[in-house]
Every structure is written in C-alpha cells, then in structure tokens.
C-alpha cells in the first residue's frame, strides 16, 4: 500500500514556494498555485503543511501587489502611447 499520510503537506509545502517564486515572472500563475496551496494544505495536518500554508499566502500577496503593478505599468504605457501619436482632435 501507498502511505499517502504525508502527502498534502508536501505539497502544498511545494505550491507555496513555487507560488512565491511565479509571483515575480507570472502573477496570474502564482495566484493560482497559491490557492492551490491553500486548498491541499487544508487536507494536511502537519508543520509542514503549516508551512506550505503561509507560504501559499505569501505567494497570493505577492502575485496580487505583482499583477497591480503590471496593471498601472501597462495602462501607463498605454495612455503614454496615445499620448505621443499626435491625434487630430475634433
């Protein structure tokens, strides 16, 4: 038989820190693997899947604060580029 006792915690233990670390490259990426985290750490009931827990939290932080700015970068550019092309106005 498969001893499965252990696995929840290590895997939200490995959720969270690849949430924290797609946070930085893929916002959207490490907002969904931290909820992930979240959900198989409830399963668990270690200190690791405490661990993988706050680390999920951490991840769905820092994915948010990542994917605001991405969100001001892009429409700065946005207006910065429809500022520069010299429309004609009415």
Do not use: H
């Amino acid at each position: 038989m498969v001893d499965t006792k252990g696995d929840f915690g290590e895997v939200s233990y490995i959720l969270g820190i690849v949430s924290v670390v797609f946070a930085f490259f893929s916002p959207m990426a490490g907002l969904i693997l931290g909820i992930i985290g979240i959900v198989q750490s409830r399963k668990g009931k270690g200190s690791l899947s405490a661990r993988g827990k706050r680390l999920s939290i951490i991840g769905i932080i820092v994915s948010i604060i990542m994917l605001i700015f991405a969100i001001i970068v892009a429409v700065y550019t946005g207006l910065d580029t429809l500022n520069s092309l010299n429309l004609p106005t009415a």
